[in-house]
């Protein structure tokens, strides 16, 4: 099973409203990262939380992190057309032996209706 | 002044060929990766280059063979192609080890036929 998985796997909401996507995962981590990707390209790094932070703040996104819970959720707030796109959360171990790896989860289809 | 990038864009082939793929990045990061993305997005690494030495090579068949001249540069060569290779494969950087946030390339998306 997938280390990270998303929740809901697709989301459509109207311009304007928040938007919020969750996270859960299954070992214990250094640090969550947020991911977007639109559509036929590369993916886009959003915004780095540690696991001895609670919540991360970047223009209009949140981040939080619950390592209790193993989970995290992404809010965007005030969306727009432009975030369109799928949205990723990935988990990197604690170990440090110089050969870590990102998990990526299986994804977040959000599309904002204009 | 692109951070990523990789030629081609599109690759269309037959079964049974050889092909590769490039990947340049100008951060100066001294790590970069190959990810194989699915028709259901689902990423997954497949090899990991730290200053030149190969550092995660996960369960990918041989055909897969990864090459890194310099820091900057890995190169994705693929011999004897099937129809299960065809996917968007991403090539990606980042500082020092899989840990810190990665930058990604625009993809290679590789149509097998």
């Known amino acids: 099973s997938q280390q990270g998985e998303e929740d809901p796997q697709a989301l459509s909401i109207q311009e304007g409203e928040n938007a919020t996507m969750n996270c859960s995962y299954k070992?214990?981590?250094?640090?969550l990262q947020w991911y977007r990707q639109n559509s036929g390209r590369g993916l886009v790094h959003l915004i780095l939380?540690?696991?001895?932070?609670r919540e991360k703040h970047s223009g209009r996104l949140r981040v939080t992190l619950d390592t209790s819970k193993k989970s995290s959720s992404l809010l965007i707030t005030a969306s727009r057309a432009a975030d369109t796109a799928s949205y990723f959360c990935?988990?990197?171990?604690?170990?440090?032996?110089?050969?870590?790896?990102?998990?990526f989860g299986t994804g977040t289809r959000l599309t904002i209706i204009p | 002044d692109t951070a990523v990038s990789q030629t081609p864009k599109y690759l269309v082939t037959q079964m049974g060929n050889d092909k590769s793929i490039k990947c340049e990045q100008n951060l100066g990061h001294d790590t970069m990766y190959w990810y194989k993305q699915d028709s259901k997005k689902f990423l997954k690494i497949m090899f990991s280059y730290n200053n030149k030495e190969l550092i995660i090579n996960e369960t990918v068949p041989n055909r897969f063979s990864p090459k890194s001249p310099d820091k900057a540069h890995l190169n994705l060569h693929i011999n004897s192609l099937e129809l299960g290779d065809s996917a968007v494969y991403f090539c990606?950087?980042?500082?020092?080890?899989?840990?810190?946030?990665?930058?990604f390339g625009p993809g290679t998306r590789l149509t097998v036929t």
């Open positions: 939380i540690r696991s001895n932070e």
């Open positions: 070992t214990s981590i250094n640090n």
């Open positions: 990606a950087s980042s500082h020092s080890t899989g840990r810190y946030e990665q930058y």
């Open positions: 990935a988990t990197a171990p604690l170990s440090n032996f110089g050969n870590e790896k990102l998990t």
